[in-house]
């Protein structure tokens, strides 16, 4: 059972079990880390030789019972040569702190000071952050304890030793925000398809209200009277009717354009009667991946009081085979006016988006639209799971993703976009088709995106690599990962708040 976390900011360090010390290259301490290791005599030296421990970043040291301090074990986490750690850089140092927290530890200081010197009130929120999100894990339908957990502790307090206790409790509460979004969406990634159906992710993304965000739910009816025949098409084959949910954060000027983001939000994807092969089909619980970053951000946007009116909008269907399911052949009608013919009922969920970003496209006006999908295989095969597949029809809007992902480690690599793609998807009997064959295939998927966002600044980010059981690393250890919450959280913040 994952413990929770409590997090203590103090000018002094507390009881604990554990005292985290971060130190440079060469052993290189702060000045108040280092009194602390002056304590040990040449004890530390002696451990750090005998492990060959220097302080490269990534590497521990671990000292238990060390002589001369009033703790059971201390931890020297390396941070590596002098350069300025960024903020990227301290939440992996977090992380790693956390990951090496013993199993039976209630209590633990992190001693936040690096070789450098002492940490800034919002570098030691980055800390905080990086611990928390480590410590994430899903166990909500684990009902028995394994003996190693048995004796781990129900509550772990952290406590942050740092200069300036009150600011950095300030500057925790962004920072609090951004990790229950971050939460929240893993959490939602995370459910079977048995419980989160469309009907079900509805609700739990109406519980944002409690934040004061608006949020609106749109059953099949309002769907019909709408004209969303592509996204009511995908659905119809399941027995959990869809829902489209709009939520709005005001915290901007007044009647200012909103910045809108687009979720694709299949609760579960069997590919429909195009159906997927058995191997892995259970991973496609997770086919909500880019509905629950939409939900997360929003999340995180209220609960930290953004400067800036932010709509999050996702398309909720299960795909399902079935006797109503739609078929290959199929001819179906946007809300845009567009018409589809479904080759394959398993690229479904560009069907879901299409008329999604028209509606919010056509409603809000909104300053850009991000959409993110776990769209595509052929971007995992492309990418892998580092980077998420960026296209965007807007130079100014793919830098600044480009930088908000390198700035949070959640980082895009831009694919491209074209007339010659985009010819690959017209359709023999409608205005288009919904696969374009297999070479160029997430490109081909976001041709048919671009085709409903008109001339609004646009970006697609494929998620399928990065959404779910990417690779486990310093901040997350959790097979839905809540990728995308950090990066537009960033963005965000970084060029959209008044
Ligand atoms: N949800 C899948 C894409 C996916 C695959 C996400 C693996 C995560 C991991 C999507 O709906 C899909 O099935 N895409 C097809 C499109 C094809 C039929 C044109 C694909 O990628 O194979
Ligand atoms: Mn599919
Ligand atoms: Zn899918």
């Not at 929770?4 to 060469?26: G, P």
């Not at 932010?310 to 006016?337: C, F, H, Y």
């Given at each position: ?26 052993m ?14 040449g ?89 928390r ?45 951004i ?13 079977p ?10 609700r ?51 009647g ?152 949070t ?8 976009l ?37 001339k ?43």
């Open positions: 059972m994952a413990a929770a976390l409590k997090f203590v900011f103090s000018s002094f360090a507390v009881r604990r079990d554990v005292l985290f010390l971060f130190c440079a290259e060469n290189k301490f702060g000045p108040a880390s280092r009194r602390i290791v002056s304590r040990l005599g004890r530390l030296r002696g451990a750090a030789a005998a492990d060959h421990f220097t302080g490269k970043s990534g590497s521990s040291l671990d000292v238990i019972a060390p002589a001369g301090l009033d703790v059971p074990r201390l931890v020297v986490i390396g941070t590596g040569k002098g350069r300025t750690l960024t903020s990227r850089d301290l939440t992996k140092l977090g992380g790693a702190a956390m990951g090496k927290l013993p199993k039976a530890a209630a209590a633990a200081t992190i001693f936040a000071e690096l070789g450098s010197g002492v940490l800034k009130a919002d570098q030691v929120a980055d800390l905080a952050l990086g611990a999100l480590r410590g994430y894990a899903f166990d909500l339908y684990k009902t028995k304890r394994k003996d190693d957990d048995e004796k781990g502790p129900k509550r772990i307090d952290l406590n942050f030793a740092c200069s300036n206790p009150a600011a950095a409790e300030k500057a925790w509460t962004r920072g609090a925000a990790a229950d979004g971050v939460v929240l969406a893993r959490d939602l990634v995370n459910e398809g048995n419980v989160l159906y469309p009907g079900e992710f509805a739990r993304a109406s519980a944002l209200t409690k934040l004061g965000v608006g949020v609106e739910v749109l059953d099949v009816a309002a769907m019909r009277k709408l004209g969303m025949g592509a996204l009511i098409g995908v659905a119809q084959g399941s027995a959990h009717e869809a829902r489209v949910v709009i939520m709005r954060w005001n915290g901007g000027k007044r200012a354009d909103p910045v809108a983001f687009v979720g694709k939000g299949v609760c579960f994807d069997s590919g429909g009667l195009s159906i997927k092969p058995a191997q892995n089909m259970e991973d496609m619980k997770g086919d909500m991946a880019g509905a629950a970053c939409v939900v997360g951000l929003i999340h995180a946007l209220a609960a930290r009081k953004a400067k800036v009116n932010a709509v999050g909008a996702i398309g909720l269907v299960e795909n399902m085979p079935d006797g109503k399911a739609q078929r290959p052949g199929d001819i179906v009608k946007t809300m845009s006016g567009q018409t589809i013919e479904i080759i394959n009922t398993d690229a479904e969920g560009r069907l879901v988006l299409a008329d999604v970003l028209h509606y919010v496209n056509k409603r809000f006006k909104p300053k850009f639209m991000i959409n993110l999908a776990t769209l595509t295989g052929a971007i995992v095969v492309a990418l892998g799971q580092e980077y998420a597949g960026l296209f965007s029809n807007d130079e100014k809007l793919a830098e600044r993703l480009i930088k908000a992902g390198d700035a480690g959640e980082r895009v690599w831009r694919m491209p074209g007339p010659e793609y985009d010819k690959l998807i017209d359709s023999k009997f409608a205005d288009m088709k919904n696969t374009g064959g297999r070479s160029g295939g997430a490109i081909t998927a976001a041709q048919l995106l671009q085709r409903f966002v008109d609004t600044p646009w970006a697609h980010l494929d998620i399928a690599g990065t959404g779910m059981g990417s690779p486990q690393n310093d901040l997350n250890r959790s097979w839905g990962s809540g990728w995308g919450v950090r990066l537009l959280e960033r963005l965000v913040e970084d060029h959209y708040e008044r």
